[in-house]
């Protein structure tokens, strides 16, 4: 990469691309130059951003936490803005599928139902599976109504809160929630629609009109564009509130998991991104048509492609519910400890279910299960058992993209997680998969930056600006432990379902 002054052009200014994500726990924005050179970065973390009214919900106000973000972070990067800088283009992504309705106003009418984590629509899922077919919505969408779906959603809002319903002039995912008020656009990616389950037909890349008009009724349906598409620029009422240049470029973006593979070069058939967050996710790019009842098939980033996704509910969220049980200990503390117990963690095995499960499951009502607990097994233990168990969850998802859909050329590892190497590193052991490591993990707002830089021109669009950093090569001393445990592991659920089924029934039933 070239140094900021090489950057400068001949007439003395420096052309910058802005990303901006907006994630579950925080936000990160990115300026970075047409060759990828990160100028400067801001992040805004919170906490309890998240609401959790009842059990298997889970809310965000769009408003409160998104829109003050973006106001928060593109204030403080214009304030960073280089000397000769100029902001050729700006890109959102966000988290998704989420549900968020608002007004002729652009104000929210409730707050936005988040994707797969919120399950309350079970009963809308059946119907709508029972109405349509789920043959017939696996075949037009590529992928069976789940928890992920935005239909079923809208329905139960439909059904449950009519007066939110009835006052909503538009819904939105994250990030194009906030492209609508930077631009006054109202438009959705082609990927995010595709996440849109029964609302649109993969095959057309278009709305589907009679299941659209069936489930949205007169909503209307927001205009589709690719992600690297250019859909606005920033109105004179933005630039105010934002500090971005009236009139600069804005490309739509796309749901953050896509964000982050195409930041990390994760763009040619056969490679697989595993997103290290508080959830699990995964996005392998396909090179043609295919599909799975226990995957979701996608529209991709580029135009025109596709891609393979699958997602577990809990994953890095329970190493910091297993550090707040410990009354204090540090996150650092257990890593070290964690890694000094034995592979197995001494005969301790977890489902990792604890807000249900999406893949391969799919199962609402599916809660953790600790096996094997004894009064010798300590914090770490727990903690390491954590890693395992979702490294399991990892190593049943690969199974099944390599022996029933597409092969797994090549396992990128990005995203928080990747950090201190313990979770990437119990991963490839389970796994025996070799993991590839970008050298930066910014994340999805430098794809964002990527994205941005496609669309005003200033990049070919096959540009990848990634650098590679290390690889994660399984251990083979640990082998025979975790493959006797991974069998144990995939026996576990089906023996204690019947169990935990009833037990969530009852957390339900008990709920204020």
């Not at 990390?264 to 048509?289: C, E, H, K, N």
């Not at 399984?474 to 991974?486: F, G, I, K, T």
């Not at 026996?491 to 957390?507: E, G, N, S, W």
Request: net charge negative; charged share 20%; glycine share 10%.
């Amino acid at each position: 990469m070239s140094s900021p002054s090489e950057q400068i052009q001949p007439g003395g200014t420096q052309q910058l691309l802005l990303g901006l994500d907006l994630g579950t726990g925080s936000s990160k924005a990115v300026l970075a130059t047409p060759d990828g050179q990160i100028m400067a970065t801001a992040v805004r973390s919170r906490t309890d951003s998240v609401s959790v009214p009842r059990p298997g919900w889970a809310e965000v106000d769009p408003e409160a936490v998104w829109w003050a973000d973006v106001t928060s972070l593109t204030n403080d990067l214009m304030a960073q803005l280089p000397a000769g800088g100029v902001l050729a283009g700006v890109c959102i992504s966000g988290v998704g599928p989420c549900l968020v309705l608002c007004d002729t106003d652009d104000k929210p009418v409730r707050p936005a139902i988040l994707y797969g984590i919120d399950m309350r629509a079970t009963a809308e899922i059946d119907e709508l599976t029972r109405r349509f077919g789920a043959q017939e919505i696996f075949a037009r969408g590529g992928t069976a109504l789940s928890t992920q779906a935005v239909g079923p959603k809208s329905l139960w809002v439909q059904r449950n809160e009519p007066e939110a319903w009835d006052r909503a002039a538009g819904w939105y995912n994250s990030h194009s929630y906030v492209v609508k008020k930077l631009t006054g656009e109202y438009v959705l990616d082609h990927h995010s629609a595709s996440q849109s389950n029964p609302l649109y037909d993969i095959h057309a890349a278009a709305w589907y009109e009679p299941w659209y008009a069936e489930v949205m009724g007169d909503l209307a349906a927001p205009r589709l564009a690719w992600p690297t598409e250019v859909i606005g620029a920033i109105t004179s009422a933005a630039a105010e509130v934002t500090g971005l240049p009236e009139g600069t470029p804005v490309c739509l973006g796309t749901i953050d998991a896509w964000a982050e593979a195409f930041s990390a070069g994760v763009r040619r058939p056969g490679d697989l991104m595993i997103m290290y967050g508080s959830t699990l996710f995964f996005v392998q790019v396909l090179d043609q048509f295919a599909a799975h009842p226990q995957l979701w098939t996608t529209a991709g980033v580029d135009p025109g492609s596709k891609t393979l996704a699958a997602g577990m509910a809990t994953s890095g969220s329970l190493t910091s519910w297993v550090a707040d049980l410990t009354g204090g200990q540090s996150f650092d503390d257990l890593v070290t400890e964690a890694r000094n117990i034995p592979a197995g963690s001494d005969g301790l095995l977890l489902l990792p279910y604890f807000a249900g499960e999406r893949t391969p499951i799919f199962d609402p009502r599916a809660r953790g299960v600790i096996a094997g607990l004894r009064l010798q097994h300590t914090a770490a233990h727990l903690f390491r058992a954590v890693y395992e168990g979702t490294g399991y969850g990892v190593r049943q998802i690969l199974q099944l993209l390599d022996s029933e859909v597409a092969p797994v050329k090549r396992l990128v590892a990005v995203g928080g997680g990747t950090q201190g190497g313990l979770w990437t590193q119990i991963a490839s052991d389970v796994t025996g998969r070799v993991q590839h490591v970008p050298r930066h993990t910014i994340g999805a707002s430098y794809g964002d930056a990527l994205m941005a830089a496609i669309g005003v021109g200033l990049v070919p669009a096959d540009t990848d600006w990634t650098e590679w950093g290390s690889d994660v090569v399984p251990n083979p001393d640990h082998r025979a432990v975790y493959d006797e445990l991974y069998r144990d592991y995939v026996d576990l659920y089906p023996a204690t379902k019947p169990i935990v089924h009833r037990l969530a029934l009852l957390q339900e039933s008990t709920a204020t």
